[in-house]
């Protein structure tokens, strides 16, 4: 089994940074895409940012500019820079990626959420 670990949030005021890090384990073979979503209540979990293997990045609009998502191929680790922090990037923040494990072949697994609020 391949479990993600994410760490980072908390309370920030607006303007603020915040660095979120996942960490995965388990029987990995090999993990493909990795990406941070969100979840602001009442509304649709939506992609932050994801980042491939070589390291080509894909970001929300509303991320460009603000955030930095990078990853350590050799720690199986993810991480997500946020900057100029503005209120409506609370939410809960998840992680996720694209894995190949020993046990289950490919796919899609979720780390628990770790919530980021920013106080205006």
């Known amino acids: 089994q391949v479990q993600l670990v994410e760490s980072g949030g908390g309370l920030v005021q607006a303007g603020g940074s915040l660095r979120l890090s996942c960490a995965a384990s388990?029987?990995?073979?090999?993990?493909?895409?990795m990406g941070w979503y969100r979840q602001a209540p009442g509304k649709q979990r939506e992609l932050v940012a994801s980042?491939?293997?070589?390291?080509?990045?894909n970001y929300q609009d509303s991320a460009k500019g603000r955030f930095t998502i990078s990853r350590d191929n050799a720690k199986n680790t993810v991480y997500l820079q946020m900057s100029s922090l503005k209120a409506e990037d609370t939410a809960v923040y998840y992680c996720?990626?694209?894995?190949?494990?020993?046990?289950?072949?490919?796919?899609?697994?979720w780390g628990q959420g770790t919530q980021v609020t920013v106080s205006s």
């Open positions: 996720n990626a694209d894995v190949i494990s020993w046990v289950r072949g490919r796919y899609a697994v």
């Open positions: 388990g029987s990995i073979a090999r993990i493909d895409d």
């Open positions: 980042i491939t293997t070589g390291g080509r990045t």
